[in-house]
């Protein structure tokens, strides 16, 4: 294009200004070839003649369209030039805030002097796993754009931060690091990110201070290696670290500090651990002190200086070393207070003795102060010959003294670096790194010395290494779209380079200068002069001798050469430094002995380079100058950065005042031509620097195109026709393979081209729509003169009869309001009057009525007074009479006193108290000697009374046994018949006795339940009462709308609460996932060759178990639980408040009943020994009878045994013949099982009643061998007894004996027989009855004992709950009332039920052996021939014949294993789709009902355990969304069924009549279905965390990018994004997603969860779930794209979320709330679509975004981009008004919505209309083992 096309009227161009730099302005006039005036207009009006020329003053540049104003990538602007980038940055960061700005591959960063809420964690998870320029520009996208190079190519990299002091260069590493921290954290629990982290405030600290440029300027350069492993987790890191400025120690200028530690140490003096430091404030020392201000505006030194302590000891340095670290640091300051006096003669120094500083310098690094006091003012001289020492001067001596200080602060400084690298080395082998290089900007200054020099010398090595970077891409680019390349010229600076590094360059003739020993600064510039002076680089200034001028890359800089030699040497004396290694110290000492001599034991692994190698002593040779060491580390540097991938951040600093927001344009421009921004865009605009793809270029321009070329399908080739078209020049364009590139100004021609198409239709448009507008509102003004004239007239009649009415109203008016007028005047004069009088008269009667007050107070007082002085005198009066009384009284008492102390000491007071205790003292020892011989004849009686007794015994037993072998048996046992009959009947009376006993006390126990049922109903009818009372108060004060927020808040707090629990219990699976990992990875590390067994399945299954399994059907397996308990902690087994305090309970009742088992056999202990001797002769008298009850017990047992079997065998054959013919399999099965349980408790009856029997054999054989030796015994004398004893004893024991009529002997015999059997009989009674109640004694003792010390316990616990609430506010104290009450009431409804289930099984068992007696009466009442037992058998059978399918299934022990393998593990989806939904879960159910209905509480247990594990096991193994879905639905309907056919009322409202038969009837699962409902919600969160996995990558495209309405979206140009080599983009483009790709997606989720046979009500949670997740992911997305945010996005984000709501309508969802999560974005696309210009608008938009926050909207205002020139962006003041609205929002402070943010899902009981008996199995299950019951 010429320059008459580009140069024409209205075109907007810049032009130079002494203040703005550039200042923008507009062409007036065409301009023409060789005119030397370019007519111009100026922003405000003014009119300006610019001269041209072609050699002198070219012409202005041209300016970019407004479109493209204020781009996120400087390289997309169409005119590439200084202004034009100043300008797009100015715009950037004053109207928009936005501090990033991306320039090709380097991030401009503009410190905005203000905190921004822009590096959140959801920030960080925003842009984690983004392309570089998808994204608004961010520190992080360069930082993730490392992190993905580094993946993708496996190639080390690097980000170089550069810029001026106070350009915030820090900042920027901290958070790329924090970056790096947060993505790749370690794999391990080293923690390693955290230790990264808090390296940060240690080397600020240590490295960081105040400077007038920056509050916290890093005066060193830092170069962090961050490690990573092959999984791209953080394992190390290493610092190295580039020239302190150690003259900062002992030295700052005004308005200035020394580096924070010492600042922050002297904040903290005043702590007791820093006493010994003797530190005061940091005035008081002379090191701190010298920029005379101490403070920083909003800085706290000692807040800052715990958190450098706590960096510390997170890296691990022991508070030993930190102490000791200190100490070193406080010994500088107080050095740099020691005085030092000069001599008079002015060569010589002293230090004075009592100088304090010395003394404290000295104790702190524990060195000798003579030495020291005397090598501060000496210095030792070594000749060839001899030795030396001389003395100092002051300033000498000063000197030596501030190099000291440097010296030991920059050991100090390499210890600590050389520590944190040491602890944040890694641990195993490195793959890969990423280097964060934080370095010093250029800098240039008044006075510039070597610190200056080295930083320029520094930067223009990274300038270079920058320069061929930025052209190597560039080469890159156009190789490989295949465009012809030219070589484009740039800058550079090896020149430069070589001038300072070369050999003979600055740096070698100061190292040469230094080399001599008497060279000076001034010989050294000398030498400067006469080598470089012929190079362009090096100038030398007009007005000095001492300095030199050389020529960088950003700008020209005079150096000072004072200085220069004594900073290179750095040199310390060796005497000063040989102390200091004498340190008793041990850290001082090593900090300044040579690294050289200590052994090298680091492995080359961990080695740290440090960038400036030790300083030896200066007695060595060839001792390297700082400039030596500094060009060496430097050289490394660039090797680093030279074998990494660069990325750059330039900080610019926007002002010198710090102030926010600010933009200084000249300083700007200043820093930009420092840093390389200009150059890289110099080197871009050389080129091709705009490029665009095919299908952009097409879409962004076809309206230039004609009608038929637009239907060709070879989108190319349409391109490159209308370009040729359009474009005469072949140069301006080259067309690669994927894109078309442009020159620089090509894109703005083509954009005006566009824009005046656009203005030819738009001027047709408005021709037409206005000729139509006018036309339509003239046809309306005539129809409405029309009307107005009608309407008048008649308005005109209408008013004139209105004035008549209102005439002659007013007359009326007038008289009535003249008469009020004149009576009202009237009645206030009259009034006025009687106020007067009135007021008069009650003056004069006040005044009478003051007068008799004051009478009559006056006589009060007098009274008063009088009384209270006759009351004094009495008082008087009576105190004298008892101080007289008192006294005599006393000396009465002394008198008697003394009378009384000389009758004590007299004998015969002495006799008559020891009279009568001699002769008590001889009665009680007659007592005793008459109780000892008393008790030997009483010894001597039972011993021959047992001799006896024992002979009659051996008579008795011979007489016994003739008697049995004479009598008969047949009567014997008829008799014996009928007494057993008779004995049943007795029994069957008891147990009638028994039953109605626990019937009335189970009666009392449900009366009583029922009073608590009843007490319970009363509260909370009270307090359903006050909540009505409280709802109609809440009405009447407040409204119904306040109720109404009340309910929301309260359910938001409810969700909050169910919220916590669930996240809770994601955390709890997410641990346990962690520790099965770590259990894992220990199996396969511990592996060791050879044979191991496997375990079975079973025990893998119980092995993996979480969960307790504690039984409630009996009270014993609580035992069980408690073993349980102990095996794996409370933590885990306390699944449910109420099995943990059941199993307290029984742990106090197991306590107390060892104290009880233990106090008993105590006693029993000491009963035996005592009891020992009589025993021992009462054995021998028991023996034989205990003999004899033995052998009849055993022959007993041996009948009713062969009895039993026979009884079983006879039962046996009954069954096998009655099976086959009448009964199926599974009835027989039942009634051999019921006969077994019967006939098991009948055995348990028989051996309670063997005792009974063989007792009264005992007694009936004792009587026949009494009838049989009647004959031959004769009576024994000395053998009487009481009668009445006899008579009771024949009574019980003798009357069941048959009459013996051949009976000859007399009597007394069987008189004397029946009282030595009873006599016998009743000592082991007696002696029986007296254990038990000695035990029962003890018992109650022990009891009280406990419930004293519960009581006790309950009392303390009372006194601590009432001294907490004490201490409570009023509402605090109701609160924690009803918090005590509640657990209270619940430890009583426990106890309840614990004593209910006691009763109940009591209850059972009651009635099983009354059902078994019943039927023992029945067979001993019925014939005996033995068919009794068949009769029982076949009813049973017939019983069990008349059940069908109960819906339960039987499977063996054995099996178990098997069924779950089949059911669970093996179990696909697709294998139970044909059948119903959620079938695995009905049938494990129905083996519980099984469980149950057999009481087999361990089979339920195993089951439902391992069934758990087993869905657990599968979860984890199977991670799809099918899988997840399918086991949710099974454990849902499983938990649906355990509350279902629970038993309890609750859940049987809906069931049917069959339903509630099939409940179960033996054990409470409320434990197991809170475990279950435990389970439901990890696998609900799986499946959310699945679904969000597949669609998260789906969700920006779908929503943001895609054309879901064609056409309507314009295309912008692009910048350095379109060529990231962070992009995956293969040959035709890059991949994307549609919305019909996310509505498919979702109809496949809700297809899958509908056919599993999920609950409605959780299907809808997971949709509402997922709508959520696209809107967080929607919006965060749309607040961080710039490209986004426009009036055609706004228009496609709304269409589709109107998709996606159509969606909800059609598959029944829109109830589930889903659509509401979906408001944030559909207010978000209003935003973009509404008018933005007016206040009334600012209010639409407040009123309209209710669901964005306050940040959201002005972010989204800001971002807010017009697509075309006829859209208007956003003005800076509309945002202001817009943000000052919404006063009264209470908004969250983050930008970003939280990406984590999960609702609390709820799963309502939702009961199966399915009956179990109606389940068909599938054969294909391979569940043939289980058999239906």
Not at 355 to 369: A, N, Y
Not at 887 to 903: D, G, N, S, T
Not at 1145 to 1157: C, G, P, S, T
Not at 1669 to 1681: A, D
């Amino acid at each position: 294009m010429s320059v008459n096309e580009l140069y024409t009227k209205y075109t907007r161009v810049w032009i130079p200004d002494p203040e703005d730099v550039w200042r923008a302005a507009e062409i007036t006039r065409d301009y023409q070839e060789r005119e030397l005036v370019l007519h111009l207009r100026l922003e405000d009006e003014t009119p300006l003649q610019y001269p041209v020329g072609p050699s002198s003053n070219p012409l202005p540049f041209l300016r970019n369209p407004d479109i493209l104003v204020g781009e996120n990538d400087l390289t997309a602007l169409s005119y590439l030039h200084e202004p034009a980038v100043l300008h797009n940055l100015r715009v950037r960061f004053l109207e928009s805030n936005h501090i990033y700005t991306y320039c090709g591959i380097v991030l401009v960063a503009i410190n905005p002097y203000e905190q921004l809420q822009i590096y959140g964690e959801g920030v960080i998870e925003a842009y984690s796993g983004q392309n570089m320029g998808d994204m608004d520009p961010h520190i992080f996208a360069v930082a993730e754009e490392a992190y993905k190079q580094m993946g993708r190519n496996e190639r080390n990299q690097s980000m170089i931060v550069s810029g001026e002091s106070g350009a915030g260069k820090t900042v920027s590493a901290k958070y790329a690091m924090r970056y790096f921290a947060t993505v790749g954290g370690s794999a391990s629990d080293a923690n390693v990110e955290e230790k990264v982290l808090a390296s940060s405030p240690i080397m600020e600290a240590i490295g960081n201070a105040k400077t007038t440029r920056n509050d916290n300027s890093s005066r060193f350069g830092k170069y962090i290696q961050i490690g990573f492993n092959r999984r791209h987790h953080i394992i190390g890191a290493n610092m190295r670290t580039y020239l302190l400025e150690k003259s900062r120690v002992v030295f700052q200028a005004e308005d200035e500090r020394n580096y924070h530690i010492f600042y922050q140490l002297c904040a903290s003096a005043s702590l007791p651990e820093f006493r010994d430091l003797s530190l005061t404030s940091a005035e008081d020392f002379t090191f701190t002190s010298l920029g005379e201000n101490i403070f920083i505006e909003g800085v706290n030194d000692a807040e800052d200086f715990q958190r450098t302590r706590e960096a510390f000891t997170l890296l691990g340095i022991k508070d030993s070393s930190q102490s000791n670290i200190f100490r070193v640091i406080a010994s500088i300051l107080h050095l740099g207070n020691v005085e030092i006096c000069s001599e008079r003669d002015g060569e010589s120094c002293h230090i004075s003795v009592a100088d304090v500083h010395l003394k404290h310098f000295c104790r702190l690094l524990g060195v000798e102060l003579q030495q020291m006091e005397h090598w501060l003012c000496h210095r030792k001289l070594a000749t060839a010959s001899e030795t030396y020492v001389k003395s100092m001067s002051g300033k000498q001596s000063s000197n030596a003294r501030d190099a000291l200080a440097k010296h030991i602060y920059a050991r100090m400084f390499d210890w600590i670096v050389e520590h944190i690298n040491l602890v944040l080395q890694a641990s195993s082998k490195q793959h890969s790194f990423i280097g964060v290089l934080d370095i010093y900007g250029f800098e240039t200054f008044e006075i510039n010395s070597f610190e200056q020099f080295c930083i320029n010398y520094a930067n223009e090595k990274l300038q270079q290494q920058f320069n061929s970077h930025v052209f190597k891409l560039e080469q890159e680019e156009y190789m490989k779209e295949q465009i012809p390349w030219t070589l484009i010229d740039f800058c550079d600076n090896q020149p430069c380079i070589d001038l300072i590094e070369a050999r003979l360059g600055v740096l070698d003739l100061l190292d040469e200068e230094c080399k001599v020993p008497k060279g000076t600064d001034q010989n050294w510039a000398q030498k400067l002069y006469k080598q470089h002076l012929s190079s362009a680089h090096f100038q030398k200034p007009r007005m000095s001798n001492i300095s030199f001028i050389i020529v960088h890359f950003a700008d020209k800089v005079e150096y000072q050469c004072d200085g220069f030699l004594e900073k290179n040497r750095d040199t310390v004396y060796e005497e000063q430094i040989n102390i200091l290694k004498a340190s008793q110290f041990q850290l001082v000492a090593d900090l300044f002995h040579e690294k050289d001599d200590a052994p090298s034991s680091k492995s080359s692994r961990g080695s740290v380079r440090s960038a400036k190698p030790a300083v030896k002593t200066p007695n060595k040779e060839h001792r390297k100058t700082v400039g030596h060491q500094f060009r060496s580390s430097l050289h490394l540097l660039m090797d680093t950065l030279n074998a990494t991938t660069p990325h750059y951040v330039r900080c610019i600093k926007p002002n010198d005042h710090k102030e926010a927001f600010s933009f200084d344009s000249s300083r700007a421009v200043q820093q930009l031509r420092a840093c390389g921004v200009l150059e890289t865009i110099r080197i871009s605009a050389a080129g091709y620097p705009s490029r665009w793809t095919y299908m952009d270029f097409f879409s962004r321009y076809r309206v230039l195109l004609k009608k038929s070329d637009m239907m060709s399908a070879d989108k190319k080739l349409v391109c490159k026709n209308l370009l040729e078209t359009l474009i005469k020049d072949p140069d301006m364009f080259q067309f690669g393979k994927t894109k078309i590139f442009f020159r620089a100004g090509q894109v703005a021609y083509l954009e005006k081209l566009r824009a005046d198409k656009f203005r030819a239709a738009c001027i047709k448009i408005q021709k037409t729509v206005r000729g139509w507008l006018q036309r339509v509102r003239y046809r309306k003004i005539r129809k409405a003169a029309i009307a107005l004239q009608r309407y008048g007239r008649g308005y005109m009649a209408r008013r004139y009869a209105d004035f008549l009415r209102l005439t002659r109203a007013a007359v009326i008016c007038q008289k009535q309001y003249r008469m009020l007028r004149d009576r009202r005047a009237y009645l206030r004069i009259r009034q006025a009057v009687v106020t007067i009088q009135a007021f008069t008269r009650g003056m004069f009667t006040r005044r009478i009525y003051w007068e008799f007050l004051l009478h009559h107070k006056a006589m009060i007082i007098q009274k008063n007074v009088r009384g209270w002085l006759q009351r004094a005198k009495f008082r008087r009066a009576r105190a004298a009479a008892i101080t007289i009384q008192c006294a005599y009284r006393r000396v009465r008492a002394k008198r008697q006193l003394q009378q009384l102390k000389i009758e004590a000491r007299s004998a015969e007071h002495l006799k008559k108290l020891n009279t009568g205790m001699e002769n008590k003292i001889v009665q009680l020892q007659r007592k005793v000697d008459d109780q000892s011989k008393e008790y030997r004849s009483q010894n001597e009686q039972l011993a021959v009374a047992n001799t006896s007794l024992s002979s009659e015994v051996n008579k008795l037993q011979k007489e016994l046994q003739q008697s049995r072998s004479q009598q008969g048996e047949g009567g014997q046992l008829q008799e014996e018949l009928k007494r057993l009959r008779e004995e049943l009947q007795e029994a069957a009376a008891q147990r009638k006795t028994l039953e109605e006993e626990y019937g009335t006390e189970k009666w009392e126990l449900q009366r009583r339940v029922a009073e608590l049922e009843t007490e319970n109903s009363l509260l909370k009818s009270e307090k359903e009462e006050m909540n009505q009372r409280i709802l109609q108060n809440a009405k009447t004060s407040e409204g119904g709308s306040k109720a109404s927020e009340r309910e929301a808040s309260l359910q938001k707090e409810l969700d909050l609460d169910r919220q916590r629990y669930q996240n809770l219990l994601k955390e709890f699976s997410r641990l346990e996932q962690r520790c099965e990992n770590l259990k894992e990875d220990l199996s396969i590390t511990k592996f060791q060759p050879g044979h191991r067994r496997n375990t079975s399945n079973q025990s893998s299954l119980e092995s993996d178990s979480n969960y307790p399994s504690v039984s409630t059907s009996e009270v014993g397996d609580t035992e069980d639980s408690l073993q349980l308990v102990e095996e794996m902690g409370t933590e885990k087994a306390a699944l449910d408040i109420s099995v943990f305090m059941k199993l307290q309970k029984r742990v106090r009742e197991l306590e107390q009943e060892r104290k009880r088992l233990q106090a008993d056999a105590d006693k029993m202990e000491e009963l035996g020994k005592r009891k020992g001797s009589e025993q021992r002769s009462s054995a021998s008298v028991e023996e034989t009878a205990d003999l004899a009850y033995n052998n009849l017990k055993t022959q007993e047992l041996e009948s009713e045994n062969k009895k039993l079997k026979n009884d079983v065998n006879e039962l046996r054959k009954a069954i096998a013949e009655r099976a086959p013919h009448d009964s199926p399999a599974n009835e027989t099965q039942d009634g051999y099982s019921v006969l077994l349980s019967q006939l098991k408790s009948a055995n348990e009856e028989l051996d309670a009643r063997k005792e009974e029997v063989l007792i009264l054999k005992t007694q009936i054989v004792s009587t026949a061998q009494v009838r049989e030796n009647n004959d031959h015994s004769e009576f024994i004398p000395g053998r009487e007894m009481n009668s009445g004893m006899i008579f009771l004893l024949q009574k019980s024991d003798v009357h069941n004996v048959p009459e013996m009529d051949n009976a000859k002997e007399p009597l007394d015999k069987d008189e004397a027989l029946g009282a030595y059997r009873g006599l016998s009989e009743s000592k082991k009674l007696l002696e029986a009855q007296l254990q038990t109640q000695a035990r029962q004694h003890g018992d109650e003792l022990e009891a009280l004992h406990t419930q004293i010390e519960l009581l006790r316990d309950d009392l303390e616990k009372k006194q601590e709950i009432l001294n907490y609430m004490s201490s409570l506010s009023p509402e605090a104290k109701v609160e924690y009332s009803i918090q005590q009450e509640i657990t209270r009431l619940t430890n009583d409804n426990l106890d309840l039920k614990e004593l209910v289930e006691k009763l109940e099984k009591n209850e059972r068992k009651l009635k099983k052996q009354l059902r078994i007696y019943m039927k023992k009466v029945q067979e001993l009442e019925g014939t005996p021939d033995g068919r009794a037992k068949p009769e029982l058998s076949r009813q049973v059978t017939v019983q069990r014949k008349e059940k069908d399918f109960e819906g339960m299934l039987e499977y063996n022990k054995e099996d178990e294993a098997l069924l779950l393998k089949n059911l669970i593990t093996d179990m696909k989806p697709s294998m139970v789709s044909a059948t119903v939904p959620c079938l695995p879960a009905y049938i494990l159910f129905m083996c519980i009902r099984h469980a149950d209905y057999i009481n087999d509480d361990q089979k339920v247990e195993s089951l439902l355990t391992s069934a758990i594990n087993g869905v657990k096991k599968v979860l984890k193994k199977n991670d799809d969304f099918e899988t997840t879905s399918f086991w949710l639905a099974n454990t849902s309907r499983l938990l649906h069924c355990l509350k279902q056919y629970s038993g309890e009322e609750t859940f049987m409202t809906q069931n049917t009549s069959k339903q509630n038969e099939h409940s179960l009837k033996n054990f409470d699962l409320a434990e197991y279905r809170q475990v279950l409902s435990d389970l439901s919600i990890q696998i609900y969160q799986q499946l959310i965390k699945v679904a969000e996995g597949v669609i998260q990558p789906m969700i920006v495209s779908a929503m943001l990018e895609s054309e879901s309405i064609p056409s309507l979206a314009g295309v912008k140009p692009m910048g350095y994004r379109n060529r990231s080599s962070s992009m995956d983009i293969d040959s035709d483009g890059r991949s994307s997603y549609t919305l019909k790709a996310l509505v498919r997606q979702l109809g496949y989720f809700h297809g899958v969860m509908r056919e599993h046979g999920l609950d409605p009500e959780v299907t809808g949670q997971v949709v509402r779930q997922l709508f959520h997740c696209v809107n967080v992911f929607t919006l965060n997305n749309l607040l961080l794209r710039k490209d986004v945010c426009s009036w055609s996005a706004g228009m496609q984000l709304r269409y589709n979320t109107s998709q996606l709501e159509e969606w909800l309508r059609e598959n029944n969802l829109y109830q589930s709330k889903a659509a509401a999560t979906l408001e944030p974005i559909i207010q978000a696309a209003q935003l973009l679509q509404v008018k933005k210009k007016t206040s009334q608008d600012g209010e639409a938009i407040c009123a309209l975004c209710s669901g964005l926050t306050s940040q959201q909207i002005a972010k989204i205002l800001t971002l807010y981009t017009p697509l075309n020139e006829f859209e208007e962006r956003v003005t800076v003041a509309f945002i202001r008004n817009v943000q000052s609205r919404p006063q009264d929002r209470n908004d969250p402070s983050q930008l970003l919505l939280d990406t984590k943010q999960t609702f609390p899902v709820l799963f309502p009981y939702t009961p199966s209309a399915l009956s179990l008996e109606t389940l068909h199995i599938p054969a294909s299950l391979g569940l043939n083992f289980l058999v239906e019951v």
